[in-house]
């Protein structure tokens, strides 16, 4: 794994964390944290050992607090534009079509870009400290990362226009309730919850995980029919050694290798 300034990197057996480090600044994303962010999900990708990614922020007290409002307070329009374009391709769209599953542990504040991030992510999880919000137009934006289409998708149109216009963070058990996020652990215990799941996808087809991930995202693409996406998907796993694998392990009665192929 390259040397990086923004990010931390860790591979534990099969799971990989990216840890966002600039917690003096509530590890919010500047350009060169995204550019990184974005070579180091490329790096795993290619990584044949890691089946799943733990995303998470560095310190006890934020996720991600948003874009760096730095980097774009004096914008103008085309800036704008291309600002969000840019974080859509390199990292949010990125993030969603992800061969492997990401779990975004979320350990504090997640506001504005910080939350699109976990929103593009497969699975979240938040610790109970964590304030979830996408706070834009406060700031005389809107969501730019894909928050106004993933906030909508996730808990709904009504529940997110009210967050989006009222620009108000919901808590931990409000997510929990809406759906934002699958579970709410203690902070101490976050990352070993994350780890405790992702143990488990690990342990089961990688070729069939990715092509259950494309799946389900071709429900969200309005270019596609997700149901005839399953059926083209479903299979081309009969053509992989995972899913002979697979069925020799079940015949055979005992626990399949994979080794995603
Ligand atoms: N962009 C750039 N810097 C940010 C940031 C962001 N999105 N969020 C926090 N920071 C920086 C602060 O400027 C501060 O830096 P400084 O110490 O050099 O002044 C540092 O992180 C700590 O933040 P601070 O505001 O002092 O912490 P707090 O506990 O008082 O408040 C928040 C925490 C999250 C409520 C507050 O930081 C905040 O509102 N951040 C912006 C959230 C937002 O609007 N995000 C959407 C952006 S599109």
Same mark, same amino acid.
């Given at each position: 794994m390259a040397t990086y300034q923004n990010i931390l990197y860790t591979l534990d057996v099969s799971i990989a964390t990216i840890t966002i480090n600039r917690p003096d600044k509530l590890n919010a994303l500047n350009r060169a944290t995204l550019a990184e962010l974005r070579s180091a999900l490329e790096e795993v990708e290619k990584n044949r050992v890691v089946r799943v990614v733990i995303l998470t922020g560095s310190? =006890? /007290?934020? %996720?991600v607090a948003g874009a760096d409002i730095s980097e774009f307070s004096s914008f103008e329009k085309n800036q704008g534009s291309e600002l969000a374009q840019k974080g859509h391709e390199s990292v949010m769209d990125y993030l969603q079509n992800f061969n492997k599953p990401v779990i975004a542990a979320i350990n504090g504040y997640a506001l504005g870009g910080g939350l699109e991030l976990a929103m593009a992510a497969h699975i979240r999880i938040a610790s109970d400290n964590a304030k979830m919000g996408l706070p834009e137009v406060s700031l005389g934006v809107i969501p730019g990362y894909g928050g106004t289409q993933r906030l909508s998708q996730l808990i709904g149109k009504g529940r997110a226009l009210e967050m989006i216009v009222s620009a108000q963070a919901i808590s931990a058990s409000q997510a929990l309730a809406y759906g934002l996020v699958n579970h709410v652990v203690s902070q101490e215990n976050l990352l070993e919850t994350c780890v405790g799941l992702a143990q488990k996808i690990a342990s089961n087809s990688p070729k069939a995980i990715g092509k259950a991930i494309e799946a389900v995202n071709a429900c969200f693409d %309005?270019? /596609? =029919?997700g149901f005839d996406e399953e059926i083209r998907l479903f299979g081309e796993c009969f053509g992989t050694e995972d899913f002979k694998e697979g069925m020799a392990a079940f015949m055979g009665k005992r626990k399949a290798d994979f080794k995603g192929k």
């Amino acid at each position: 794994m390259a040397t990086y300034q923004n990010i931390l990197y860790t591979l534990d057996v099969s799971i990989a964390t990216i840890t966002i480090n600039r917690p003096d600044k509530l590890n919010a994303l500047n350009r060169a944290t995204l550019a990184e962010l974005r070579s180091a999900l490329e790096e795993v990708e290619k990584n044949r050992v890691v089946r799943v990614v733990i995303l998470t922020g560095s310190g =006890n /007290k934020a %996720f991600v607090a948003g874009a760096d409002i730095s980097e774009f307070s004096s914008f103008e329009k085309n800036q704008g534009s291309e600002l969000a374009q840019k974080g859509h391709e390199s990292v949010m769209d990125y993030l969603q079509n992800f061969n492997k599953p990401v779990i975004a542990a979320i350990n504090g504040y997640a506001l504005g870009g910080g939350l699109e991030l976990a929103m593009a992510a497969h699975i979240r999880i938040a610790s109970d400290n964590a304030k979830m919000g996408l706070p834009e137009v406060s700031l005389g934006v809107i969501p730019g990362y894909g928050g106004t289409q993933r906030l909508s998708q996730l808990i709904g149109k009504g529940r997110a226009l009210e967050m989006i216009v009222s620009a108000q963070a919901i808590s931990a058990s409000q997510a929990l309730a809406y759906g934002l996020v699958n579970h709410v652990v203690s902070q101490e215990n976050l990352l070993e919850t994350c780890v405790g799941l992702a143990q488990k996808i690990a342990s089961n087809s990688p070729k069939a995980i990715g092509k259950a991930i494309e799946a389900v995202n071709a429900c969200f693409d %309005f270019s /596609k =029919n997700g149901f005839d996406e399953e059926i083209r998907l479903f299979g081309e796993c009969f053509g992989t050694e995972d899913f002979k694998e697979g069925m020799a392990a079940f015949m055979g009665k005992r626990k399949a290798d994979f080794k995603g192929k």
